[in-house]
């Protein structure tokens, strides 16, 4: 099974789900993409990831060796996608939160949490932060230039 296809999507299917729901999909999908019966074009290659998807999952061995390469694929794609950048902030914009040693400031996320910057990030000139509570980026404008 290609580690940059998700198997459990193939099949429809939950990650936790049982031998028996998962047995279940695959027969419903392989009637379904049968060729006799289906027309598509695709079929041929869509049949071909389904039984793919099922030999993979169905057995523990092969499974264990998918999810490893699996994440090894997810991992990469996170390092080579570059950050999305929800917002430019202008520095000024941030939220001042206490004083002296403990001070930090925060812009507010539309997922609700927050990003958090230091003042010694800010010293540092850092552009991108991570919100604390999703996946955004925000980059951070020290010279606003007009
Ligand atoms: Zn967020």
Redesign the pocket.
């Known amino acids: 099974m290609d580690a940059a296809v998700d198997a459990y999507a193939v099949l429809g299917i939950a990650r936790d789900a049982d031998a028996a729901t998962m047995r279940a999909a695959y027969l419903r999908l392989a009637r379904a993409y049968h060729p006799d019966k289906a027309a598509h074009a695709d079929t041929h290659e869509r049949i071909r990831l389904i039984n793919a998807a099922y030999e993979t999952l169905r057995d523990p061995a092969l499974h264990a060796a998918y999810e490893v390469r699996r994440a090894a694929y997810l991992a990469q794609m996170d390092q080579t996608r570059a950050p999305r950048i ?1 917002d430019s902030v202008d520095v000024d914009a941030l939220d001042v939160e206490g004083e002296g040693d403990t001070m930090r400031l925060t812009y507010p ?7 958090l910057v230091t003042p010694a990030e800010i010293a540092q000139g850092q552009a991108y932060f991570g ?6 980026v925000i980059r951070l404008v020290y010279d606003r230039e007009d």
Do not use: L, P
């Open positions: 929800a996320c539309r997922c609700g949490q927050q990003y919100c604390s509570g999703c996946s955004e």
